[in-house]
């Protein structure tokens, strides 16, 4: 694992009504133990007892890694942070840019080549790690013109919300036709100018309940 200093991480207790937390990576040491900061909820420290069992997820880069740990020490008071125990087994999901997953994401137009055109409207209709099909009622270039896109999305796996802007090439322009030949929207095939490890993360969490 590519663990850094500060990164997010998930805690999922066990029980009858497992739950999800998320803190920040402390320190770690290979083999030994990882520190993070006690979760908080509200003000106050999530209810956590020595010896329990936590699965934990994070995300590093363009993979998915999750493990189990034992709580070793829970300390409040005056820095409150725990210890895990270094996990034995890890199951790495690697996030594959060429994943394509039906969704229905809205999205702002930022810029264009072809001049001001309106910021709402517009969304994804599926989603991979290299493109998108963006569709909206305008025609927004030609192939090979480049895009300016805004996106807001909820991770899961960090429990934050993501505000990117990303770039994109138009690979495609296609009129949308109801049964009487009028045109309700403009279908664009895009390609973004480069994979951003957030959407690799969206796309995997949007294709399980799918999967389920």
Known sequence: MDLRIGQTVQLITHGPQPSKHYTRLIGYVEQEFIMLRVPMENGWAVSLTQGQTLDVRVFCGVALY???????????????????????HIRETRLRSHERVKCALPVSVLKTSAGPVPQVGFEFQD??????????????????????????????ATGTTEQLVLGADI???????????QVTAYHHGIRFHEIEPRILLLVNELQKPRAQ
């Open 66 to 88: 999750e493990f189990s740990c034992r709580l070793q020490t829970l300390l409040l008071n005056p820095r409150n942070y725990m210890l895990l125990s270094f996990p034995e």
């Open 127 to 156: 989603l991979s790690g290299g493109g998108a099909a963006l569709v909206g009622p305008q025609a927004l270039g030609e192939p090979e013109q480049s895009l300016e896109l805004a996106l807001d999305f909820h991770l899961a």
């Open 171 to 181: 690979q495609s322009v296609q009129a949308v036709r109801n049964q009487a030949g």
